[in-house]
C-alpha cells in the first residue's frame, strides 16, 4: 500500500513539473538556467522567431568550461577528483582533480590560442578514451571553439568526410587507440583522411601513446606532451571566453539516412541547463558523487554524460577505457563500481547483454562491495525486458531505460528518479521529460489513441539541449527533421504511448539500425556495396542479434557476366565496408543472391525481407513483382543458418 502511495505522489509531482514545463516554459527554463553560472544572465528563456524553429537563452552569455571547470575550483572543489581514468587495456590509473584539471584545460587551451584557434573555429577530435579527450573538448570550450569528436572505430573515409564538412581550423589526436585484442594505430588515418579531404587543417596536435608512438609530419603536427609543457614553462593559460548562449558548443557526425551524416550542432546555454536539471532530477545525483558513463567520448552519451553533465553538476566522472567483458572479466563495472564509490551507471543495454552471457547467474557481482550504488541506467537502443529483469535481480537496484538520440543531446523520455521514482514498466523507456511534448502520429500526422503503434514527434519547439539545426544546413535540418509532420519534430522512431503516458520505442522508421549500441545507416553501406566493380545493385537489412541488437546484412547481386567465385567477391564486400567506414559497422554478413525482391514499381523490401531473417512470420506483399524471390531470400539465408 505504502508503495502505492509513494508511486501515485511520484507520477503527480512528475505530472506537475511535465505540466509546468508547458503552462509557464519561461519561468520553468528561467528557474532551470540559474544552475549554472552566467556571465549575462538571460532575461528570457525563449525567443520563437529565431533560428528554424526558435532558440534558447538567445540574450544570455556563458562559457561552459567556466561552468565544468574554474567554478567548481573557486566554490572549493579544487581538491576533490574529477576525472578518475581507469584503464585495463592501457594498465593505466589516474585520479585528475578539479584543480588539476583546471590547469591542464587552462594550459592546452594556451596551446590551441597560440595555433591560431579562436571563437566558432572548429577543431576535430580524434581521440581514445584519455584524459586529455576530455581536457581537448574543455580547451575547445573555454575559447568558445566547436569541437566534433570522432569515434575511433571510424575509417579514414569517414573521418575525411567530417573535415570536409567542419572545416577544423586544428585537430587534436591521439597516436592509439587500444581494443583488447589490437593496437588501432590512429595516426596513417589520421594522414589519409587529411589527404582525402579538400580541406586541410593548419595543425595537428599528437599524443603519443607509448603502446604506438606515431611519425610526426613537420610543419604540420607538434608533439602533444612538448608543446604543452613548453606552454606550462611559460605559464601560458587562457581564460574562459563568454559566448552567446546560442553559440554553438560541438557538433557531433551522426548517421543519416544518405551514406553523408548530419552534423548535428549542439548550442551552449540550452544545453548547459538541460544537463545540469536532468543530473538531480532525472538520474538523483547531487554534486560531490560519483557517477559512471560507460559509453565513449566518441557518441552523444559520452558527450552528455561523460563530460559534460558530471562535470557541470561538480561530481567525479569515471572514464573507462575497457569493455565490460574480457577486460578482464564481465566483473569489470562491478568492480568499478566498488573502487570508486560509483552512485549511479549508465551504459548500453547491449553492454548489459555481454556481461549476461559471460556470467548468467551474475556470480560475479557478488564478489564486489556495491554499497552506495543506487542505479542503473540504460539507453542507446531498447532495453529488452529479459535484460532488465536480470539486472534488477542481479543488483538489488532501480534499472531505467531512457531514451534519447543524438540529435537531443539529452533523454526525451524516462523516469526522473530525482523528483520520484515511478514503477518500471519492462520494456517502456517511461515517460517524457519537461519540454518534451511527446505525440504518436499515423501517416497523415493525425495524432493516435493510446496503445496504438505510430510514429512518434515531438511538438515544436524542442526543449533546451536539443539541436537547433544541423551544421551549415538549415535545409537539411527542415528537410529531415521538420517537413513530414509540419509543427512538429519527427522521430523517426515508431512507438506506443500507453494510458498511463508510458513510451514504448519500438524501432526506426528510417534506414537506420542499431548495432551494439551504435546508429549505421544501411544507405551508407549499401553505396560501398554498390561501388564494387562486380556488384549490380545491393541492399543492406539489420538482422536479429542476441548480442548486438542487430547486425547488417547485405545481399548482393552480381552483375552479369561476372565469373568470379562469389565467396571471394563477399570477402571483398566485408572488408571494404570495413576499410571505409570502419570496424564500428561490424559488416561481417554479405550474401549473394540472384535477384532481389522488389515490388511493381521496383522497391526493394527489405521490411519483408527482414522479417524472413529474423524468423518472424511474413506475408508476401501484394505489390511484389515476384513472389518467388522471396523463397530465395530464404533460402540463402538458411544457407548460412538464419531465419526460419
Ligand atoms: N576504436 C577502434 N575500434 C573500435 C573501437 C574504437 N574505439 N570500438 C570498437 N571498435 C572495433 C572493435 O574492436 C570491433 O572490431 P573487430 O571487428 O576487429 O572485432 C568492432 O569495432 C566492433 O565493435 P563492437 O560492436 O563494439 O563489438 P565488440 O565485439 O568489440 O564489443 C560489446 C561488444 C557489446 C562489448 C560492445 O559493443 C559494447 O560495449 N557496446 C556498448 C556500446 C555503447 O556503449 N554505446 C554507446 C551508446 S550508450
Ligand atoms: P543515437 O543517435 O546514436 O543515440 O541513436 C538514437 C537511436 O537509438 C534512437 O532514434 C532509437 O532508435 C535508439 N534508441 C536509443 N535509446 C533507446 C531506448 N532507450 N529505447 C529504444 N530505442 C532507443
Redesign the pocket.
Known amino acids: 500500500m505504502a508503495t502505492d502511495n509513494n508511486a501515485t505522489s511520484a507520477m503527480s509531482r512528475y505530472a506537475s513539473v511535465h505540466a509546468a514545463s508547458f503552462a509557464d516554459a519561461e519561468r520553468f527554463w528561467l528557474v532551470a538556467a540559474e544552475a549554472i553560472d552566467w556571465e549575462v544572465a538571460p532575461s528570457r528563456a525563449f525567443d520563437r522567431d529565431a533560428g528554424t524553429y526558435g532558440r534558447w537563452f538567445p540574450d544570455g552569455r556563458l562559457n561552459i568550461c567556466h561552468n565544468a571547470v574554474d567554478r567548481h575550483v573557486a566554490a572549493g572543489r579544487g581538491e576533490q577528483v574529477a576525472i578518475l581514468y581507469d584503464s585495463p587495456v592501457a594498465g593505466e590509473k589516474r585520479r585528475i582533480s578539479y584543480a588539476a584539471m583546471r590547469d591542464a584545460v587552462a594550459t592546452l587551451a594556451g596551446v590551441l590560442a597560440d595555433l591560431g584557434v579562436e571563437r566558432g573555429d572548429r577543431v576535430v577530435i580524434y581521440m581514445?578514451m584519455v584524459p586529455e579527450a576530455l581536457f581537448a573538448m574543455l580547451a575547445c570550450a573555454r575559447l568558445g571553439a566547436v569541437h566534433s569528436v570522432v569515434?575511433?572505430?571510424f575509417a579514414a573515409n569517414e573521418l575525411a568526410v567530417r573535415f570536409s564538412d567542419a572545416t577544423p581550423k586544428v585537430v587534436l589526436a591521439a597516436s592509439c587507440?587500444i581494443?583488447p585484442?589490437?593496437i588501432?594505430p590512429y595516426k596513417p588515418l589520421l594522414d589519409a583522411a587529411i589527404a582525402a579531404s579538400a580541406h586541410k587543417p593548419d595543425a595537428c596536435l599528437i599524443l603519443q601513446r607509448p603502446q604506438r608512438e606515431a611519425e610526426l609530419v613537420p610543419g604540420r603536427d607538434h608533439d602533444w606532451a612538448e608543446t604543452v609543457s613548453a606552454a606550462r614553462a611559460a605559464g601560458r593559460k587562457a581564460d574562459c571566453v563568454a559566448v552567446s548562449a546560442t553559440d554553438p558548443l560541438y557538433i557531433l557526425y551522426t548517421s543519416g539516412t544518405t551514406g553523408k551524416p548530419k552534423g548535428v550542432v549542439r548550442d551552449t546555454g540550452g544545453y548547459g541547463v538541460a544537463l545540469a536539471w536532468s543530473m538531480g532530477n532525472l538520474y538523483d545525483v547531487k554534486p560531490g558523487e560519483v557517477y559512471f558513463c560507460?559509453?565513449?567520448i566518441?557518441?552523444v552519451?559520452g558527450h552528455s554524460y561523460i563530460v559534460y553533465a558530471p562535470l557541470l553538476h561538480g561530481c567525479t566522472t569515471v572514464l573507462y577505457e575497457g569493455?565490460?567483458?574480457g577486460t578482464p572479466d564481465a566483473g569489470a563495472f562491478w568492480r568499478l563500481i566498488q573502487e570508486y564509490r560509483v552512485a549511479c551507471l549508465f551504459?548500453?543495454p547491449?553492454?548489459l547483454?555481454?556481461v549476461k552471457k559471460e556470467d548468467p547467474r551474475a556470480e560475479l557481482v557478488g564478489s564486489y562491495d556495491l554499497t552506495g550504488f543506487r542505479s542503473l541506467f540504460l539507453?542507446?537502443e531498447r532495453a529488452d525486458p529479459d535484460s532488465v529483469a536480470w539486472a534488477e535481480r542481479a543488483l538489488n537496484r532501480p534499472v531505467i531505460d531512457h531514451w534519447w538520440q543524438t540529435e537531443t543531446g539529452w533523454a526525451i523520455a524516462g523516469n526522473p528518479v530525482g523528483i520520484g521514482q515511478l514503477p518500471v514498466k519492462h520494456g517502456s523507456a517511461c515517460v517524457p521529460m519537461p519540454g518534451y511534448d511527446l505525440h504518436v502520429l499515423d501517416e497523415a500526422g493525425k495524432p493516435l489513441p493510446a496503445d496504438t503503434m505510430g510514429t512518434i514527434a515531438l511538438k515544436l519547439p524542442l526543449p533546451p539541449g536539443c539541436l537547433p539545426t544541423l551544421w551549415g544546413s538549415d535545409e537539411r535540418f527542415r528537410q529531415s527533421y521538420l517537413t513530414t509532420f509540419p509543427g512538429y519534430y519527427d522521430t523517426s522512431d515508431a512507438g506506443i504511448v500507453d494510458a498511463d503516458g508510458y513510451v514504448t520505442v519500438l524501432g526506426r522508421t528510417d534506414d537506420i539500425i542499431n548495432?551494439?549500441?551504435?546508429r549505421l545507416s544501411t544507405g551508407g553501406m549499401e553505396a560501398v556495396l554498390a561501388s564494387h566493380p562486380d556488384v549490380a545493385e545491393c541492399a543492406v537489412i539489420g538482422i536479429r542479434d542476441a548480442?548486438?541488437g542487430e547486425q547488417p546484412c547485405g545481399f548482393v547481386v552480381l552483375k552479369s557476366g561476372v565469373t568470379r567465385e562469389p565467396s571471394e567477391i563477399e570477402r571483398e564486400l566485408v572488408a571494404s565496408i570495413r576499410d571505409r567506414i570502419g570496424?564500428?559497422a561490424?559488416f561481417k554478413l554479405a550474401l549473394t543472391v540472384a535477384r532481389l525482391p522488389k515490388t511493381r514499381s521496383g522497391k526493394i523490401l527489405r521490411g519483408t525481407m527482414k522479417k524472413i531473417a529474423d524468423g518472424e512470420t511474413w506475408t508476401t506483399p501484394p505489390t511484389i513483382d515476384d513472389a518467388a524471390v522471396l523463397e530465395e531470400i530464404g533460402e540463402s539465408l538458411k544457407g548460412r543458418g538464419i531465419g526460419g
Open positions: 581514445p569515434f575511433g572505430g587507440g581494443e585484442s589490437r588501432v560507460a559509453s565513449d566518441g557518441w552519451v569493455k565490460p567483458v551504459t548500453a547491449t553492454a547483454r555481454a539507453a542507446g548495432v551494439a549500441g551504435h548480442l548486438k570496424p564500428v561490424a
